[in-house]
């Protein structure tokens, strides 16, 4: 799992440092990358784990509107990726601009087997805005025995 934060920058290039802790996580699985913009920022997703996915969303029926809409504005965005020798990501230029991703960028791992690349502005914005909402969602997640 990807926990934490860590603050970096893309290089000209698009290439994007991958913190030695998520590195360590990436370990665990085989194969490759999947990024994916969401909207707000950059999902990183392991293959294995996105291999999961894609099976959940082949076991739904074909036409059920959800799943076709899912499959063209989310799964048809993903591209793949790998680390090279110096444990970086190159993000290619189309998901970069989806997410908003400039120059500055957090990290964030929050205990799944996925982490989020923010445009650092971005990211301080929707926190600034949410953290009111913590303690109510504390108390959501103890009623479902979290």
Known sequence: MFRGRYQHTLDPKGRLSVPAKFRDALAHYEGGLIVVPDGQCLEVHPLEEWQRIETKLREQPS????????????????????????????????????????????????????????????????????????????????????
């Open 63 to 146: 036409f059920n509107p959800e799943v076709r809409e899912v499959s063209r504005l989310y799964v048809s965005r993903a591209k793949d990726v790998s680390l090279d020798s110096a444990g970086r990501i190159l993000l290619p230029p189309d998901v970069r601009e989806l997410a908003g991703l400039h120059k500055e960028v957090t990290l964030v791992g929050g205990g799944l087997p996925r982490f989020e690349i923010w445009d650092r502005t971005r990211f301080d914005e929707y926190e600034r805005n949410r953290s009111e909402r913590l303690p109510s969602l504390f108390d959501r997640l103890s009623g479902m025995g979290v």
